[in-house]
C-alpha cells in the first residue's frame, strides 16, 4: 500500500517562531489532508488539499502532487498549535485515508 | 451543524464483556468511517460505508469486530467478546463525496 512520511517526527518551537513540517507519498493521490490533534485528542482538520496552495490564517499548505509531496506552514506559532500534525492520503479511486505517523509540535511561551 | 457525534465519550468494560460504539455522521454525508488509534499502530481504517452500503472492512482485525449502518444518520462498532488489545480510541468520520473528512471526538474503550 501508499506509504506516508513525515518530517521531522518531532519540534520544538519558541512562541512566535515559524515552521515547515513536510509529508512525502509514495504513490498518487486523489486526497491529501492535514490534521491537528490537540492535547485532548480531537483530531481538526485544517487542510483538503490533493494539490495546489491553500490559506487559513497562519497556517498554510502546498502540494505538489507531481513531486508527491506536502508542505504545512504554521508562521507566528502560538502554544495553542502544540499537539500532533497528521498528514493523510487517500491512492487511487477508493476513500481509504492513509495517515503519516505524525509530527509532534511542542510550541513553548 | 453539530459535527460528527459519537458516543460514549468513555467506555471502561471487562474482558469478555460486549461494547457497543455509536456515531451519528453530518446530515447529508454519504461516507462514513470507523478508526482506531493506539501508540503502537497509529491512525488505521477499520472500515468505511457509502450510502449506508459496506465498501470496504478489509481493516477490521477479526470477527469480533463488526459495524452497521442501518440508515444515513446511524451507525454502530460492536466488539463482541472484547480483549484487553482492543483499548483504544474509536474514531467515525464522515464526508461527502468521499472528500474532506470530518472526525468526531472519539471513544476511549478501555478494556480490562
Known amino acids: 500500500g501508499i506509504q506516508v512520511e513525515q518530517s521531522p517526527p518531532d519540534l520544538i518551537l519558541q512562541e512566535g517562531a515559524n515552521s515547515t513540517l513536510r509529508c512525502n507519498f509514495s504513490?498518487?493521490?486523489?486526497?491529501l489532508q492535514w490534521f491537528h490533534q490537540n492535547p485532548w485528542g480531537q483530531l481538526i482538520n485544517l487542510f483538503y488539499?490533493?494539490?495546489g496552495t491553500k490559506q487559513n490564517g497562519r497556517l498554510s499548505a502546498t502540494t505538489v502532487a507531481t513531486e508527491r509531496y506536502s508542505l504545512l506552514y504554521i508562521s507566528s506559532s502560538q502554544t495553542t498549535d502544540s499537539g500532533v500534525y497528521f498528514c493523510?492520503?487517500?491512492?487511487?479511486?477508493?476513500?481509504?485515508?492513509?495517515f503519516g505517523k505524525g509530527i509532534t509540535l511542542s510550541v513553548r511561551p | 451543524d453539530a459535527g460528527v457525534i459519537q458516543s460514549p465519550r468513555h467506555e471502561v468494560t471487562e474482558m469478555g464483556q460486549e461494547v457497543t460504539l455509536r456515531c451519528k455522521p453530518i446530515s447529508g454525508h454519504d461516507y462514513l468511517f470507523w478508526y482506531r488509534q493506539t501508540m503502537m499502530r497509529g491512525l488505521e481504517l477499520l472500515i468505511y460505508f457509502n450510502n449506508n452500503v459496506p465498501i470496504d472492512d478489509s481493516g477490521m482485525p477479526e470477527d469480533r469486530f463488526s459495524a452497521k449502518m442501518p440508515n444515513a444518520s446511524f451507525s454502530t462498532l460492536k466488539i463482541q467478546p472484547s480483549e484487553p488489545r482492543d483499548s483504544a480510541v474509536y474514531f467515525c468520520a464522515s464526508s461527502f463525496l468521499g472528500n474532506t473528512q470530518y472526525f468526531g471526538p472519539g471513544t476511549r474503550l478501555t478494556v480490562l
Open positions: 488539499i490533493p494539490s
Open positions: 493523510a492520503v487517500v491512492p487511487g479511486a477508493n476513500s481509504k485515508l492513509t
Open positions: 504513490d498518487s493521490v486523489n486526497n
